[in-house]
């Protein structure tokens, strides 16, 4: 990484929320620090918010069922909100999910800010919605997310597994924006981590500029349909 | 849970309290009473049947893909599966099923996801989405484009294969068969019955498809 293209860093301890408008020509770099890390994220054109990231068109766009550099995400209208730009981790989950208050009571027990203070068990949804309703949005708005870092495989028959030790420690994914886009994410524990303890881990987070990519850019160039994902999104600017 | 768990159901279309016949690329919106059955019928083999369900008292407890095959471990529904909200409401269990397999990866098809998947000059062609939004837009309750979320394509076949690949395979579905589903709570059943002409997934002949809804058995 370009230092002097840093715009910021900070760390997003684990199970807290944060959201940021990634503004186009910028990129998130997210890092898993300490290995073992998932960050549940959602995104929306920020211009528009009703545009919002679409999972289905995203996997069927790319005829994928795991998200890595050189894929896109796809908003609603086919359009690019991001492209993944750089991948260390190899496998991202776009299929399981994010918790809820009833699964982390029931995976791992009550514990209430009053008794624990900060270190109280939170939900990926809780976050979602909380930080959702910061920017003037609420649950209509609450659409399927990615999970980064992690890994869910699927077999044959359709089963999911967790797949362990997917994410080590210094991975790092790197997106870039494509249009303005509200990213909002959390650092809660992957829904299928089959760990019994809570022990969310951190990520950090870097906010760098980044040029606007060119015509052999390797996310446009992945795939045909990608090509006209670009040249919808860049229509939406002329 | 297997992912093909064939169960039929025994009773007949004369004990039916509704039965319609939506035509290919038409919506169909209609709510179905806790304990009320309703069945889906492939009349003519292969037809995709986008499908999304709302709890009738606050729509934005809605039919989630991610949480139904989180809480089934199983990417495929079929007999059995309780198909769940994001907050974790059961809306529906499946509870016939003489097709096996159904997808709920593979989204509704729309004007603009066809420009991105076949060709910019595909705008004009008619999609699911505009059917969705059309009925939701219809049917005055306020709805709008945020209440339409990933959905389950009924009838249709969209395998993951080990390496992370979506593939869309051949059918199994044939003419007659159905999936059957009990409301555990009052439901908003949203369908549109796919329109798709440029991909294989319906042999490029959409169909229509019969909806049946029976009351359920007497307390």
Known sequence: MNDTSVLWEETVQGGAAWSHVLKRGTALRLTDLEGGANTAAIFFNFDCPAERFNLPDTLKAQHIARLTQGFVLYSDMGRVLCSITEDTVGWHDPLAGCSNAALVAEKYGEATYQHCRNDWHQNARELFLIELAKWGLGPRDLAANVNFFSRVDVADDGSLAHHADNSKPGAYVELRAEMNVLVILNTCQHPLDPNPKYVPKPVQLSVRRVPAPVRTDPCRLSRPENERGFTLTERYFL | MSSVNLAQRTRGEQDAVYSFVIPAGDPWMHEIKK???????????????????????????????????????????????????????????????????????????????????????????????????????????????????????????????????????DGISEPGKYVEMRAEIDVVALISNCPQLNNPCNAYNPTPVQVLIWDGPAE
């Not at chain 2, 974790?88 to 003489?98: F, R």
């Not at chain 2, 219809?138 to 294969?161: A, L, Q, Y």
């Open chain 2, 35 to 169: 304990g009320q059955y309703l069945r889906i019928v492939d009349l003519y083999g292969n037809q995709a049947v986008d499908t999304l369900f709302y709890n009738a008292h606050d729509p934005s407890d809605r039919y989630s893909a991610q949480d139904t095959i989180r809480a089934q471990r199983n990417i495929y529904l079929t007999t059995g599966t309780r198909l769940l909200t994001g907050a974790g409401t059961v809306l529906l269990t499946i509870v016939g099923d003489t097709c096996g397999r159904h997808d709920t990866l593979g989204g509704a098809c729309a004007s603009e996801s066809n420009m991105v998947r076949y060709s910019i000059e595909k705008r004009h062609m008619h999609a699911c989405r505009n059917s969705f939004l059309k009925a939701v837009t219809e049917h005055g309750r306020g709805w709008d484009k945020r209440d339409i979320t990933s959905n389950i394509n009924f009838f249709m076949n969209v395998p993951v294969t080990p390496e992370g690949k979506l593939t869309f395979e």
